[in-house]
């Protein structure tokens, strides 16, 4: 099995299990460099590089900063390791950007050019339903369309159809949440509301919300606070959960959720678009 072929192996294994990397490709070479065309390595958000090799230090640490950044707004970019002159002959530094890429100066007395495409692999995001509600059912579903993975909680005897999620779990103790944006709605409906809102606040996630009134969110805010949750935790609590689009049926519910929830997902994201000009 070829160095190529094992990387791509363990993309597809990692991909799986939902642990976010990044994919190293040269594109490109320029007289001597000890990595070629088609060189890939795989590079953990902590730097470590698990699989495959794109040469030594003198592309290593451009790629490195380049696959940090690129974790971290989930763009991919393009890294050109040149010798110092021939930057200068094409006016920029190392550092500079242009055209979307990044260029870096090759120290080595190889004096070749590289160009490696730096590809983030991010999780889906994740969506943590706890309860078994008409309207939790149908936010799975939905929510798998729009590419979260999706985890259900709910005591197995409130389940009483098969859930469309990716997880599955007896009550409302999800375990090992996958690393990625993550959101959180409760819609138990009157089956453990306060159980599952105080597991639904020891998740760390960007988006909390309750399917239910206001009324009933500030009636559990006291008991909630009496057994010992932070009341700054539970004000940020969306209730009622979703966008105000008058919404009567449990799918319009959960329409109406995911659509509150792409407005948080989305946020600083969205660029220019030409069709709504």
Known sequence: MSAHVEVMDL???????????????????????????GAKAIIRPDGTIVAGWIGGGCARGAVLKAARDALLDGEPRMVSVQPENLLAELGVKPGDNREGIRFASNM?????????????????PSLVILGA?????????????????V???????DVTAEPDAHVIVDGFAPR???DARRFVVVSTQGKGDEAALRAALAIRAEY???????????????????????????????????LDLGAITPEEIAMSILAEITVERRRGQRTANPLRS
């Open 151 to 157: 985890t259900l909680a709910a005591p197995a005897a």
């Open 176 to 178: 090992y949440l996958n």
């Open 108 to 124: 080595c007395p190889s004096k070749g050019t590289m160009d490696i495409f730096v590809e983030p692999v991010l999780p889906h």
């Open 208 to 242: 909390h919300a309750f399917v239910g009134s206001r009324r009933k969110m500030a009636a559990l805010r006291e008991k909630l606070v009496a057994g010992g949750s932070e009341a700054a935790a539970i004000e940020r609590v969306k209730a009622p959960a979703g």
């Open 11 to 37: 993309v597809a294994q990692m991909k799986s299990a939902e642990q976010p990397f990044v994919l190293a490709t040269v594109v490109r070479t320029v007289s001597v460099t000890a990595a070629k065309a």
């Open 133 to 149: 509600s008409p309207v939790a059912m149908s936010l799975a579903a939905q929510a798998r369309q729009l590419g979260y993975h």
